[in-house]
């Protein structure tokens, strides 16, 4: 059974939640990889600051950064002539654009220009601003976003930096946007969108800036979610992690859900002022999340856990301030900090952050086989771990960049890896099952991820299929396994050496 929203259907429909308000509850049986919806992103998204430069503020299209810096992309932004401030991939999408929201903001960007907004109160604009429009599906949309809890006597009470923030940008807000709204209704605009919003993406998990979507932010949290968001194509889509039956609430994560109990407890409170007391959160620190080696440390050992993990943390935060060439000697001073404690293990976080920010950083200085073999212990001892669902998006993400960096440093790359023996391999036997797996599951992904796992293996399995050679058998998966123990050996190698 279908539910309609405006244009959009969906396998859930809103109900009372007790006391988390209102949640989504499936109205059939949504299976693992299905959809539960998928509608249009447009009600407010906008990119955060340092992706106007090279983001599509229509399409989201993107040149090439982060985690797929290595992708080859035919495309040259322009600038709105008016603001100068956002870009477009073509004309097309500028008219688009205009008509859907830029016409309303562009003289004040322009006015403001060369500041730029905050990415709130970019957000916010587009709210005020499309308070006066004749659109059902606007009007409907505006009315859910209404509705959605702001806490901002909570924010008042509790964090009072926050709140002289939120009241400032409101100001400012007003006095820029003309808007007839009082100054303690902006507020509140603005508290609803730092609690409610999402961190909007590229289909492989960049952060692009934020979104909301107020059918979207009904759905409630919990550290054992039953789906995950997505965007990909200006869509945002929810699709099940698993099984979710009939009258069966939609549980997403707001936050790493990977993480220690007191660190997500802390998380949660903090920034949406709730306890959460899911499934995963009922075994406080006896969960896998929490585990040390061994189980059951010392007093003294408890002490220098701590010291390590307090300099990781600082040292992981100003990595993300720094340039790549810093980042990775931070990022790697951090793994070191907790690797040389013997006790910490590489899927408690934030280890496993600190690797993924590392492979990043080192994707951007261009070091592929320093990511490769990150991104290798990645693949084989950590997201088994951290993602055990038979498919998950991050999982699938990771996967993917790992199979383009065996693609990578076995061709256009070849001269970085070193030349020893210990470190050759065949690279289809290295990147066969990985992207068999991807073929197989691509079903479960957004439309331009699909397409992206579909070239990429179609491109893999094409020489094969002209010689008739059946790579699914056992003898191939024999003749595939001497590549796997070099593979081994490399990923025993790196956690020795980096940690």
């Keep these: 059974m279908m539910a309609s929203f405006g244009d959009v259907n969906a396998s859930v429909v809103p109900r009372p939640a007790g006391d988390a308000g209102r949640g989504l509850f499936a109205t059939s049986t949504i299976n693992m990889g299905k959809e539960v919806f998928s509608m249009p992103a447009t009600f407010s998204t906008v990119l955060s600051t340092e992706r106007l430069s090279d983001v599509c503020s229509n399409c989201f299209a993107n040149l090439p950064f982060g ?51 905050p990415v709130n109160s970019r957000a916010v604009l587009r709210i005020v601003k499309l308070r006066n429009s ?26 009072q930096e926050q709140y002289e923030r939120i009241m400032l940008s409101a100001k400012a807000e007003k006095e820029y946007s003309g808007s007839d709204l009082d100054i303690e209704t902006i507020a509140e605009y603005l508290a609803r969108i730092e609690v409610n919003s999402f961190t909007f993406t590229t289909a492989f998990g960049d952060p692009l800036g ?87 440390p010392s007093s003294d050992e408890i002490e220098t856990l701590k010291k390590a993990e307090k300099q990781a943390r ?49 994707l951007e200085i ?26 998950h998006p991050i999982r699938t993400n990771h996967e993917f960049v790992f199979s383009q960096l065996v693609i ?16 050759e391999f065949d690279p289809v036997s290295a990147v066969y099952p990985i992207l068999t797996k991807l073929d197989k599951n691509q079903k479960y992904e957004t439309p331009g991820f699909a397409r992206s796992i579909k070239a990429e293996y179609d491109a893999l399995m094409a020489p094969v299929r002209e010689i008739g050679y059946d790579a699914s058998t056992a003898s191939a998966a024999q003749a595939m396994s001497p590549a796997w123990k070099v593979l081994d ?11």
């Design 489 to 499: 050996n490399i990923a025993e190698e790196t956690l020795e050496i980096d940690g």
């Design 210 to 296: 934020l979104c909301i979507q107020p059918f979207a932010c009904y759905m409630n949290h919990s550290c054992e979610p039953n789906a995950v968001v997505g965007f990909d194509e200006g869509l945002i889509t929810v699709k099940a992690l698993c099984k979710i039956k009939p009258d069966e609430q939609v549980f997403i994560s707001y936050i790493d859900n990977t993480y220690p109990f007191e660190v997500r407890q802390k998380q949660l409170a903090e920034r949406y002022f709730f306890t959460c007391k899911c499934s995963k959160c009922a075994q406080g620190t006896t969960a896998r999340e929490d585990h040390f080696i061994p189980s059951n």
């Design 67 to 117: 985690v797929n810096v290595m992708a080859s992309v035919d495309m040259k932004l322009r600038a709105c002539s008016g603001c100068k401030v956002v870009k477009y991939c073509d004309e097309k999408c500028q008219s688009a654009n205009w008509k859907l929201i830029h016409k309303h903001e562009c003289a004040i960007y322009k006015k403001l220009y060369p500041k730029i907004l």
């Design 314 to 362: 600082e040292l992981l935060t100003a990595a993300r301030g720094s340039k790549a060439e810093s980042a990775v000697k931070q990022l790697k001073s951090a793994m070191k900090a907790l690797h040389d404690t013997k006790m910490w293990p590489i899927t408690r976080q934030p280890y496993p952050e600190i690797r993924s920010e590392l492979i990043v950083s080192l």
């Design 366 to 391: 261009e070091d592929f086989w320093s990511a490769f073999r990150h991104g290798l212990v990645r693949y084989l001892s950590v997201d088994p771990v951290l993602y055990p669902h038979e498919w």
């Design 134 to 159: 004749n659109e059902e599906h606007v009007k409907s949309d505006l009315t859910m976003f209404l509705s959605l809890r702001s806490h901002l006597n909570e924010i008042t009470n509790s964090n």
């Design 408 to 423: 990578a440093i076995t061709g256009e790359h070849s001269s970085k890896i070193p030349k020893e023996s210990k470190y």
